[in-house]
């Protein structure tokens, strides 16, 4: 079954230091993978998504992802952290065919703090 | 602007009540999708549809009732609210094809008293 694990539920870092969230997913095919950021009181964004080829995908807002399918982890990291980037951050697999083709599988979320 | 769209943004209502949550998309997708999310951030999955076809029906009380008039539009009705409705709802909508990201609306709070 499908699955995605975000092991840290709350992550603090000091503006300007660098970010790594953790993903890792149970898939059993090639995973679409993605990562969504939530903004208080917002909808779900976007940041990047990974279907295929190279192995580093890049996002919007200087974000990053790599996909390791070895250790079935999907990170997040950005290199310095700017106060808004403080949210709420969502990865998640989607289902690549069947009846639930398009459907996503989410993690519980890592809410992250940024102190000035 | 090209958007999913809900109307209402908030809903505070008494229990018992029945009320109605519409979703509008003019992204041209086939697909779209009602989540809940809970006060600890957890997105679940309740319905979706293709155009117009009832796809994913998890695990939801039969309170909840979803329509889609058209591929544009999912409504979600829901009867004899109770408290633990009390979240927030988004509607999102995606093209029904491999690996496609959905494209989120920006919720609903509905406050159950």
């Known amino acids: 079954a499908q699955s995605v694990t975000q092991p840290d539920i709350h992550i603090t870092v000091s503006e300007g230091a660098s970010l790594e969230l953790r993903c890792n997913y149970s898939?059993?095919?090639?995973?679409?993978l993605f990562w969504y950021v939530q903004s208080p009181g917002q909808g779900l964004q976007l940041l990047l998504k990974?279907?295929?080829?190279?192995?580093l995908v890049q996002g919007i807002k200087g974000f990053e992802a790599e996909f390791k399918r070895s250790q079935s982890s999907f990170n997040l990291r950005k290199p310095s952290v700017h106060w808004s980037d403080a949210a709420e951050y969502f990865c998640?697999?989607?289902?690549?065919?069947?009846?639930?083709?398009?459907?996503?599988?989410f993690g519980r979320g890592t809410q992250l703090t940024v102190w000035p | 602007d090209t958007a999913v769209s809900q109307t209402p943004k908030y809903l505070v209502t008494q229990m018992g009540n029945d009320k109605s949550i519409k979703c509008e998309q003019n992204?041209?997708?086939?697909?779209m999708y009602w989540y809940k999310q809970d006060s600890k951030k957890f997105l679940k999955i309740m319905f979706s549809?293709?155009?117009?076809?009832?796809?994913i029906n998890e695990t939801v009380p039969n309170r909840f009732s979803p329509k889609s008039p058209d591929k544009a539009h999912l409504n979600l009705h829901i009867n004899s609210l109770e408290l633990g409705d009390s979240a927030v709802y988004f509607c999102?909508?995606?093209?029904?094809?491999?690996?496609?990201?959905?494209?989120f609306g920006p919720g609903t709070r509905l406050t159950v008293l």
């Open positions: 999102a909508s995606s093209p029904r094809t491999r690996g496609n990201e959905q494209f």
């Open positions: 898939y059993g095919a090639t995973p679409y």
């Open positions: 990974y279907f295929s080829g190279d192995t």
């Open positions: 998640a697999v989607g289902a690549a065919g069947g009846s639930t083709l398009g459907r996503l599988y």
């Open positions: 992204l041209g997708h086939d697909t």
């Open positions: 549809y293709n155009n117009k076809e009832l796809i």
